[in-house]
């Protein structure tokens, strides 16, 4: 079985900078895609970053310029580099994997979620 283990949220100003990561473990053959979501207070879980496993990305369009995904295949790890955060930012964050497993089959894998509060 796959988990991914989430880290970097906090409590930042408006303006500041987080950097999350997630890492995935288990048994599983390889990753393809790697994404971060969020979820705030009552909305919808929305798509805020994603990357291919040969690092083709795609953001939404409130995050452009702000945000960057990147992955190191090596270890199994994405991360999200959030600048310029701003009140609105502030949400439950969740790493996404599509993984095949050993038997080549895909399958879809979910983080914990780690706060991310932007203070004004």
Do not use: H
């Amino acid at each position: 079985q796959v988990q991914l283990v989430e880290s970097g949220g906090g409590l930042v100003q408006p303006g500041g900078s987080l950097s999350l990561s997630c890492a995935a473990s288990g048994s599983f053959f390889r990753i393809d895609t790697m994404a971060w979501y969020r979820q705030a207070p009552e909305n919808t879980r929305e798509l805020v970053a994603g990357i291919t496993r040969g690092g083709s990305t795609d953001y939404a369009d409130s995050v452009k310029g702000r945000f960057t995904i990147s992955r190191d295949n090596a270890k199994n790890t994405v991360y999200l580099q959030m600048n310029s955060l701003k009140p609105e930012d502030t949400a439950v964050y969740y790493c996404y994997v599509k993984a095949q497993r050993m038997n080549l089959l895909y399958q879809e894998y979910w983080g914990q979620g780690t706060q991310v509060t932007v203070s004004s």
